[in-house]
């Protein structure tokens, strides 16, 4: 499942985090997992951590001595809810960009 285009405009860490998140939004995921997950070096994963938090698209939980992030509900699809897992052009010539 892929993040709704309303929140893609973003940095291409940040949404790959966010993907990888609303692939497991009901389990949530630890950072080791997130960084398994998404092509990024632990800095770059917790730099996206850290702005997505302040923007509010990205729960934290400590439970049992785990911390697990979740999606904020309004960045997860509905069940029905059909988001193209297509890369679009623009999103393309930013990643041939490096942008």
Known sequence: MRVPPEFRDRDDTEVAV???LVGRA???????ELRSGVDATID???E???ALKSAGLIEIEQADGRVRIY???RVVPDPGEQVDGDPGLLDAIRRRLGL
């Open 18 to 20: 966010l993907d990888a």
């Open 26 to 32: 009901d389990d949530g995921m630890t950072v080791l």
């Open 44 to 46: 770059e994963v917790e």
């Open 48 to 50: 996206a951590l850290s």
């Open 71 to 73: 999606p904020d509900d």
